[in-house]
């Protein structure tokens, strides 16, 4: 409806700029017919006084008309651009709206999938289910020590003046209600459950709990360098959907366990944009947003098999980085 007025509006302010320059036009033609009379000139035409002084004002009249069309032609273009470019946001906001609602039925149609596939699961036999997650969870501890122990060999020496200084601020959360669920490092989750970060008692990021098919936005402007999906490769149990982008600062950040990925690999974002929707992909042991910080020249993006051909996924890529290119998120978001 907005922009339906808007179109009229425009169309409007049109008219009326087109009857301002058919005025003007009109005046100039009179202005012609008329010639370019001298004072001298003017006094000979005209026998008293009076009769000259009624010429000069009649002069002045015209002249004081066009100028006055003239400026209102020009308030009139100055209101068209305005309304144009009023027209022309509400169209991007239009445009931005559909690309959610789009985004949200796929995190719905999502959802219904999976409680379709939980209801088969618990159709079988609790022992065979059981049978089921420890695999799951043996071939993940495989694929993480895998991929630690590469990391592990990446020769990275950190230049501290490359990046901001720790307890600075410089992004925002990516998520609007802020649960912490897991932090980084040495946390009492890692420390129990070690085989899960390839047998290093630490984890590489933060977990952020929240509902399926939350909004996930860019904490900072950046670059998309790649986007993932883990779970095309069956077998696979990692990241899930991820996203990672660079940011000019120097470091790098990681959005893990998507249902829905927003954004594709070279967009520009804006802080606030939004570029994914939380999800349950991956490993992972309920809906929640993985949040890893990465010194941007220090990560690279790989293929499973380039890491090591036994694992079990492949083609499927993934962010790597050095011990040292892993920063504590917390040093660079605001107090919660």
């Not at 010429?55 to 273009?77: C, D, F, G, Y």
């Not at 933060?206 to 490769?233: K, Q, S």
Request: net charge negative.
């Amino acid at each position: 409806m907005e922009i339906n007025k808007l179109i009229l509006e425009i169309s409007r302010t049109e008219s009326d700029i087109d009857k301002n320059k058919d005025a003007i036009a009109e005046i100039i033609r009179a202005q012609y017919k008329a010639g370019d009379v001298s004072l001298v000139e003017l006094l000979l035409q005209n026998e008293n006084f009076s009769d000259l002084l009624g010429m000069i004002e009649a002069h002045e009249s015209v002249q004081n008309s066009m100028a006055m069309k003239v400026n209102e032609l020009t308030s009139l273009h100055k209101l068209l651009d305005e309304k144009k470019e009023a027209s022309t946001k509400k169209r991007g906001d239009l445009v931005s709206l559909q690309n959610q609602y789009k985004d949200q039925n796929t995190v719905l149609s999502n959802n219904h999938k999976e409680r379709s596939s939980l209801l088969e699961v618990t159709k079988s036999e609790e022992k065979n289910y059981q049978r089921l997650l420890a695999e799951k969870q043996e071939a993940k501890e495989q694929i993480i020590k895998e991929l630690r122990d590469f990391e592990a060999k990446i020769q990275f020496i950190l230049d501290p003046n490359t990046i901001p200084g720790r307890g600075t601020a410089v992004f925002a959360w990516p998520l609007k209600n802020v649960i912490i669920t897991q932090y980084f490092g040495g946390t009492e989750f890692a420390k129990r459950n070690s085989g899960a970060y390839g047998g290093r008692a630490y984890h590489p990021g933060i977990d952020l709990g929240t509902a399926r098919g939350t909004t996930i936005y860019a904490p900072l402007a950046g670059t998309v360098r790649a986007t993932g999906n883990t779970d095309l490769v069956p077998g696979c149990y990692s990241w899930g959907k991820w996203t990672l982008i660079d940011h000019a600062n120097g470091l790098s950040t990681l959005y893990a366990h998507q249902d829905v990925i927003s954004v594709s690999p070279g967009q520009k974002v804006n802080t606030g944009d939004v570029i994914g929707y939380t999800g349950n992909t991956g490993f992972s042991t309920g809906p929640h947003l993985h949040f890893t910080v990465y010194v941007t020249k220090g990560v690279s993006v790989r293929q499973f098999n380039e890491i090591k051909t036994v694992t079990s996924c492949g083609p499927a890529s993934t962010p790597v980085a050095a011990t040292e290119a892993y920063m504590d998120p917390m040093d660079y978001l605001p107090p919660v």
